[in-house]
Every structure is written in C-alpha cells, then in structure tokens.
C-alpha cells in the first residue's frame, strides 16, 4: 500500500527582539505547540533603528528559547538559529532551505507586514519558497484587500490562531515596564543595563508576582 509522504513543517520566525517581549514568548510558545520544527534569529530591521546591536538581541532572543525549552514538549524543536538572520526575507528562507531540505517552510509574519510584502526583495520567489503564516494583533484591522494581493500573486497561507499579548518592542523602549518581558529576561536587562532596567524594577515586580500569589 502507498502511503503519501508528509514532509516536516518548520516555522521561521525572524524578529528585531528589540528587546524580546512576552509577545515574542507567546508566539514562540504557540509556534511551537503547532509545529514540529520552529526556527528563530534576531535581526535588523532596515526600516527600524535599534536599541541594542544585533548582537546583544540575539543573546537576548537565546535566554527567552532557553526558559522555553525547559517548559515546551520534548516533541518540538525550538532553536535559535541566528545563521538565518538576514535584513531579506528571501535570504533568511533560503539558509534554512539549505539546511532543511525536505521540510515544508513557513515564514511567520504578523497582518500587519502583510500590505508590504509584495515589495519586498524578489517577493515573488519568496512566495514562491515558502508558506506565509499569518499571526492575527489585537487592534488591527483585517487586511482583506492585502491577502486577495498576495493570494493572486500566488501566495500560499496559513492564518495562525494564536493569542498574542498585545505589546509592543517599542512600548518597552520608550517607558520600561518589567511585566512586558519573559521574567528569565529581566534579571539580564538589569544586569547589562539594557533599555533602562534597573534593579528596583525587579523588586517591583517580585512584589507584584508575590501579591498575585
């Protein structure tokens, strides 16, 4: 009897983790409860300017896998992968083609990249390379006339049902607030004096966690 081969899916999931919020644990956590394979990297954001180099972010990135992994089932694989960083989309699909050959990629974005990306670096081999993921934000409009854009360029997609807390990078950039990072992260924010933690916001945030329980 035949049987038809599945090929193993494999999320990517590239972010400026600027820095990594419990947002980006959320969608790491549910990425890996979906998938077998979930790769992620740190990158820069052409668009964006930084708080941290990109360095300093994938350690940081590296330190919220880790309290992950410790928690997730052994049946996912969730690895940092920074050798797929790349400002190009297509770049960083093609590194982890050329690693996984045989899997079936899908390249995570949030509906709010989707109006930009048929402008992206040769979007349509990018299309053409892998599955698109769509992972919904609260508060932002359905992008309905975007989808039926990338769908007639030949998009494949895949709407993610995840809840995502509704934070930001760029909230914790401009007012630092301890309950919007994954708390293995905190003590290293402090520690580095990274996007102007300091020792009081852990105390703080004890004493928050402590009243909840």
């Known amino acids: 009897m035949n049987t038809r081969f599945s090929p193993p899916a494999m999320a990517l999931f590239g972010t400026s983790a600027d820095p990594p919020t419990i947002g980006h644990q959320a969608i790491l956590a549910g ?6 394979m979930v790769a992620t990297w740190a990158s820069d954001n052409p668009l964006k ?16 896998v880790d309290g992950l992994k410790t928690r997730m089932s052994q049946m996912c694989r969730l690895e940092l992968r920074q050798d797929f960083s790349s400002r190009r989309a297509l770049d960083s699909v093609q590194a982890a083609r050329a690693c996984f050959p045989t899997a079936r990629l899908l390249f995570v974005v949030g509906v709010d990249l989707l109006p930009q990306i048929l402008n992206w670096y040769k ?3 990018l299309l053409r390379c892998c599955c698109l993921a769509v992972i919904p934000r609260n508060n932002w409009p359905q992008q309905e006339r975007a989808l039926a854009r990338l769908q007639a360029a030949g998009a494949r997609l895949e709407a993610l049902p995840l809840r995502i807390p509704p934070v930001a990078s760029s909230q914790i950039r401009q007012r630092p607030d301890p ?15 990274l996007y102007g933690f300091t020792a009081h916001d852990v105390q703080t945030h004890d004493a928050r966690q402590s009243r909840r329980t």
């Open 123 to 125: 979007a349509s081999e």
């Open 49 to 64: 300017h930084h708080g941290a180099p990109l360095a300093v972010r994938c350690q940081l990135l590296q330190v919220v």
């Open 31 to 36: 990425l890996g409860q979906r998938y077998p």
């Open 179 to 193: 309950a919007l990072v994954p708390k293995e992260l905190l003590p290293v924010l402090v520690s580095r004096q």
